[in-house]
């Protein structure tokens, strides 16, 4: 059974431990990873919050008013394309057309920071105020 070690680069201790481990401590084969801290519970929070308020909105997309899942796809498509991530559209199984973009539940800290700021600066741009951040959702 392989053992698993998890450093958080939280303080320069941490970070020399983690240095040492890989160095020193890991065996022949070993992989070490390095990934971004992913998006918070606030994150989350405050960005459905913003896609609920532009559901409540009188805003429409494509002639209609939307839910707050439907804002939620497009603003993470419209924030992949205009962050150069791309977004694949493809031939469902019943012949619909279907978005493959990014999971924000696997969002960076920094991406979902990101696509926050790209969601309120559209609501800004459409005129779409944004109230303080309600304490139900935080």
């Known amino acids: 059974m392989s053992e698993r070690r998890i450093f958080f680069m939280s303080h320069a201790t941490a970070r020399q431990r983690a240095a ?11 992989k070490v990873t390095f990934e971004a801290k992913k998006r918070t519970d606030d994150q989350n929070s405050r960005f459905h919050w913003l896609c609920g308020l532009l559901a409540k909105s009188p805003l429409e997309w494509a002639g209609k008013r939307r839910t707050l899942a439907q804002w939620k796809v497009l603003m993470v498509s419209g924030h992949a394309t205009a962050t150069v991530e791309g977004s694949e559209m493809v031939p469902g199984i019943e012949g619909e057309f279907v978005n493959l973009r990014e999971s924000t539940a696997l969002m960076s800290v920094r991406r979902s920071t990101s696509l926050i700021e790209y969601t309120q600066a559209f609501m800004s741009m459409k005129g779409i105020e944004i109230t303080e951040f309600a304490e139900e959702y935080a």
Request: proline share 0%.
């Open 20 to 30: 040492d481990y890989a160095l020193r401590e890991a065996s022949e084969g070993d």
